[in-house]
Structures are given as C-alpha cells and as structure tokens.
C-alpha cells in the first residue's frame, strides 16, 4: 500500500450519526493533516497532528494519531448532511521538505 | 481570513499549446507548492518552492514544467507543451514553515482545472 491509505473508501451514514475515517502510512512524519473535499471543489485544511501529539480535538472532529502502528483516525461526531465530502489524510515526511503525500481518500455521504 | 487565490478556474487548451497557471499565496507565507489531481485520483505533489527557487519536485515535474515567482505576490505554474495526460485540477498551496523548524498547515487554493484537447 501507499502512503497516506484512508479506509473505508466509501462511508454512508445517516445524520446525527458519528463517522470515523482511518489512515495510515508507512513512513516517518513530522505531521499529518486531514482535509475536506467537495466534489470537484478545492481542498479545505481540518487539523493537524503533530508526531508527538496523540490527540487532538476542534470542534466536532477528533484526530488520533499512533506513531507505533503509522495510522490516524479521523471521528467526525453528529454528522450534518453538509459534512458530505471528500476526506483526505496528508503526510509530511520526517525528512526532506514539507511536501505532503495525500492518501486516496475517503468519501462521506451523509444522508438527512 | 488570508486565503490562496488561483486564475483561471478553468482552462481548456489544445495539446501542444502552453500554459501558465497563475496562484497568490497567503502574504505572508514562505514556502509555495502545485500539486494536482487527476479526475478521480489522490492530490500528487508536483513541486515545492521557497527563497526564490525550487527545494523539491516530484518524478511528474518534469523540463515540461516550470515554477516561477515573478514579484512579491504571485507564484506561476507554467506547461510548455501540454499533452491530453495533463488534462487535471492543479493546486496551489502555501504555509509559513520556517526552515529547520516546526512545520504548518498547507493552505491550499480553489484550483485551475485544466482540460487539454
């Protein structure tokens, strides 16, 4: 697998439900980002994980990032049909330049 | 709030013809980034740009692209011969990493979607 695989591929949730996104990657990182997508839109930035950080929390989303197992997970809680989009996890590598690796991403549809 | 701006938003062009793809960054930030996405694909990294010159580029930057801050506000993405595999969304980003030490978001532009016939 590559760097930065979400799963599942696909989520269908009802709203008001909790929705969580899973990532992981292979190796070593500063930080890991997650972003949103609306179809054939621009990417909008969620959150941001540093490697010495194992949660973090803004507003009805929560990150958690283990550094043991190279894997996140995204928790979006009591989901609004407005949360219908694309969400993509982002590496930035330990070594080098702040590139990130994108994963492929998860799609959401929450349904009213 | 400070946000990436890009133009156009769309452009179509035929195979062959050049391209520039044009992208203000947030003013203050330092480091400068395309990256693209082909219709149903992940976001690739294409390349990576700061104190005025490229500090890392993917396998796709290729001599056909090229990367240029031509003043203070503005950062070009240019194809010199655009073939039909170009045909993507390409992004623009930009964050205010300083060199060597903690890293930040990437704020990422709207996008260009180019569509070469």
């Known amino acids: 697998s590559q760097q930065g695989e979400e799963d599942p591929q696909a989520l269908s949730i009802q709203e008001g439900e909790n929705a969580t996104m899973n990532c992981s990657y292979k190796t070593s990182i500063n930080n890991l980002q997650w972003y949103r997508q609306n179809s054939g839109r621009g990417l909008v930035h969620l959150i941001l994980i540093r490697s010495n950080e194992r949660e973090k929390h803004s507003g009805r989303l929560r990150v958690t990032l283990d550094t043991s197992k190279k894997s996140s997970s995204l928790l979006i809680t009591a989901s609004r049909a407005a949360d219908t989009a694309s969400y993509f996890c982002a590496t930035e590598r330990s070594s080098g330049y702040s590139t990130l690796t994108f994963g492929k991403g998860t799609m959401l549809l929450v349904s009213p | ?117």
């Open chain 2, 1 to 117: 709030e400070p946000e990436v701006t890009q133009t156009p938003s769309h452009q179509v062009t035929q195979m062959g013809q050049e391209v520039i793809l044009r992208c203000v960054p947030i003013s203050n930030h330092l480091y400068f980034y395309w990256y693209r996405q082909i219709l149903g694909q992940k976001v690739e990294f294409l390349v990576s740009f700061y104190n005025n010159e490229i500090s890392e580029k993917s396998e796709i930057f290729d001599d056909q692209f090229s990367v240029e801050r031509p003043d203070g506000s503005n950062f070009t993405l240019k194809i010199r011969s655009t073939k039909l595999e170009d045909s993507a969304m390409y992004f623009c980003a930009s964050s205010g990493n300083l060199a060597g030490l903690s890293s930040y978001e990437q704020y990422f532009g709207p996008g260009t979607r180019l569509t070469v016939t």
